[in-house]
């Protein structure tokens, strides 16, 4: 019940309405919106030349006519750098809060490691330090696009941060901000420090809390509870992108990325729980015949496995050698 009560009053927040990220990319999708919400029924196309050029999220059907831009497509996932409240040891769930400095130089340094694999989309959380992740990453990218988050908050929203460049678009990439990718919601567990609340309700009761699929801390969201609107988000608007060809990064949170690796990697409930994500370590990911295969994190000494496991990412990176020499 709390999950529902919490997206509820996130949504409404928000219009109904999701982007269309192609429209940055040099071949736009031009497929219907299909969003979960029932009483949401919007249809829309490139085609139609919209007033306002709104950008739209695609659905999980591409029409055959539609050429790919390639058959295999790279994933690249990132849990944000340490925050502030990281840093002080509390509960931070869905509050809002920024990176450390120490938070800053993880981003930086993952930026560094995924410099030469290509990035046409990114998706990230609506919260700040998730987004700041991203940016910095892309900072660091050999590609030197601009990453650009995409408002969707009013018509003015989106008229207002309209790029009429079609050379400057190209010299882009679309950052969409989705409440779905959050960190799941701790409830009332929120702003509390960690230590203190063990103290206060046992430490097996907050590791269930924390670490268990089922069970929500109080009125707040059990991992199963993110996994939920986590995975039908990526089902729904990022795996389309990447079957199309579209090379994605996601930055977000521990909770949110452990449950699209459990989608991903077809891990059990009891496998998610023990998953371990570091802050500001890539994870490689190649979708190809519509299966992911994982590839690691590029970074180091295993840099070179990661780029021999591709023809087309090699390729990528003798590109950006050859432009940039």
Same mark, same amino acid.
Not at 113 to 130: E, G, K, M, Y
Not at 150 to 162: F, G, M, P, R, V
Not at 295 to 302: D, E, L, N, Q, W
């Given at each position: 019940?709390?999950?529902?009560?919490?997206q509820?009053a996130?949504?409404?927040?928000?219009?109904?309405?999701?982007?269309?990220?192609?429209?940055?990319?040099?071949?736009?999708?031009?497929?219907?919106?299909? %969003?979960?919400?029932k009483?949401f029924k919007i249809?829309?196309?490139?085609?139609?030349?919209p007033l306002?050029?709104?950008?739209l999220?695609?659905s999980?059907?591409?029409?055959?006519?539609y050429?790919?831009?390639s058959?295999?497509?790279?994933?690249? %996932?990132?849990?944000?750098?340490?925050?502030?409240?990281?840093?002080?040891?509390?509960?931070?769930?869905c509050?809002?809060?920024?990176?450390?400095? !120490?938070g /800053?130089?993880?981003?930086?340094?993952?930026?560094?490691?995924?410099?030469?694999?290509?990035?046409d989309?990114i998706?990230?959380?609506? %919260?700040?330090?998730?987004q700041?992740?991203?940016?910095?990453?892309?900072?660091?990218?050999?590609?030197? !696009?601009?990453?650009?988050? %995409?408002?969707?908050?009013?018509e003015?929203?989106q008229?207002w941060?309209?790029?009429?460049?079609?050379?400057?678009?190209?010299?882009?990439? @679309?950052?969409?901000?989705?409440?779905?990718?959050n960190?799941?919601?701790?409830?009332?567990?929120?702003?509390?420090?960690?230590?203190?609340?063990?103290?206060?309700?046992?430490?097996q009761?907050?590791h269930?809390w924390?670490?268990?699929?089922?069970?929500p801390p109080?009125?707040?969201?059990?991992?199963e509870?993110?996994?939920?609107?986590?995975v039908?988000?990526?089902?729904?608007?990022?795996?389309?992108?990447l079957?199309?060809?579209?090379n /994605?990064?996601?930055?977000?949170?521990?909770?949110?990325?452990?449950?699209?690796?459990?989608?991903?990697?077809?891990?059990t409930?009891?496998?998610?729980?023990?998953l371990?994500l570091?802050t500001?370590?890539?994870?490689?990911?190649?979708?190809?015949?519509?299966?992911?295969?994982?590839?690691g994190?590029?970074?180091? @000494?295993?840099?070179?496995?990661?780029?021999a496991?591709t023809?087309?990412?090699?390729q990528?990176r003798q590109k950006?050698?050859?432009?940039?020499t």
């Amino acid at each position: 019940m709390a999950t529902v009560v919490s997206q509820q009053a996130i949504t409404s927040q928000r219009p109904s309405s999701n982007f269309k990220a192609s429209h940055f990319l040099k071949e736009p999708l031009n497929v219907p919106i299909k %969003l979960r919400q029932k009483q949401f029924k919007i249809q829309a196309t490139a085609s139609q030349a919209p007033l306002l050029d709104p950008v739209l999220s695609p659905s999980k059907t591409i029409p055959q006519s539609y050429k790919k831009k390639s058959n295999e497509a790279s994933l690249i %996932l990132i849990r944000h750098g340490e925050s502030l409240w990281n840093e002080k040891n509390l509960f931070t769930g869905c509050v809002d809060v920024p990176l450390t400095e !120490k938070g /800053v130089a993880e981003a930086i340094q993952a930026g560094k490691r995924i410099s030469n694999i290509p990035v046409d989309l990114i998706f990230t959380s609506s %919260l700040i330090r998730a987004q700041m992740t991203a940016m910095l990453a892309m900072t660091q990218h050999r590609c030197k !696009k601009v990453p650009i988050i %995409l408002h969707d908050e009013s018509e003015k929203a989106q008229t207002w941060s309209h790029v009429f460049s079609e050379e400057t678009r190209k010299q882009s990439i @679309p950052v969409i901000a989705a409440w779905q990718l959050n960190e799941r919601m701790y409830g009332e567990l929120q702003g509390l420090n960690k230590e203190e609340t063990a103290e206060r309700y046992g430490t097996q009761q907050v590791h269930e809390w924390r670490r268990s699929y089922h069970i929500p801390p109080p009125k707040g969201e059990s991992l199963e509870m993110c996994a939920e609107r986590a995975v039908a988000y990526f089902e729904d608007n990022i795996q389309p992108e990447l079957a199309f060809g579209n090379n /994605v990064l996601i930055a977000a949170h521990g909770n949110s990325l452990r449950s699209i690796i459990m989608y991903l990697d077809k891990l059990t409930s009891q496998e998610v729980t023990s998953l371990e994500l570091s802050t500001g370590l890539p994870l490689l990911y190649i979708f190809k015949d519509r299966k992911f295969m994982r590839r690691g994190s590029p970074v180091g @000494p295993t840099e070179a496995g990661v780029y021999a496991y591709t023809k087309r990412l090699a390729q990528y990176r003798q590109k950006l050698d050859e432009t940039l020499t």
